[in-house]
């Protein structure tokens, strides 16, 4: 399973854990009754998601499954 689903077991568990506040939002019709609010739950979620995800973050671990090559080992 680990060849399947890369990253790290919190990365995937934020994922599922986004799922509930936007299943939340839509049940109760937040994006259109108060658009305001949404925006800035979404943008709260979003930057906080993006420190979970960037901070633990350490040099040269594996992010995609094929290596990223630089442009200038293509020439």
């Known amino acids: 399973m680990k060849d399947l689903f890369?990253?790290?077991?919190?990365h995937w568990l934020l994922l599922?854990?986004?799922m509930i506040p936007f299943a939340v939002m839509?049940?109760?019709?937040?994006h259109?009754?108060?658009?305001?609010?949404?925006?800035l739950l979404m943008l709260g979620l979003a930057a906080?998601?993006?420190?979970?995800v960037v901070v633990p973050h350490r040099h040269g671990e594996r992010i995609t499954r094929e290596p990223l090559e630089?442009?200038?080992d293509a020439d």
């Open 16 to 18: 599922v854990a986004l």
């Open 70 to 72: 630089d442009e200038s």
């Open 6 to 10: 890369l990253g790290k077991p919190l």
């Open 32 to 39: 259109v009754s108060q658009f305001n609010h949404f925006v």
């Open 48 to 52: 906080l998601v993006v420190v979970l």
């Open 26 to 30: 839509g049940y109760l019709r937040v």
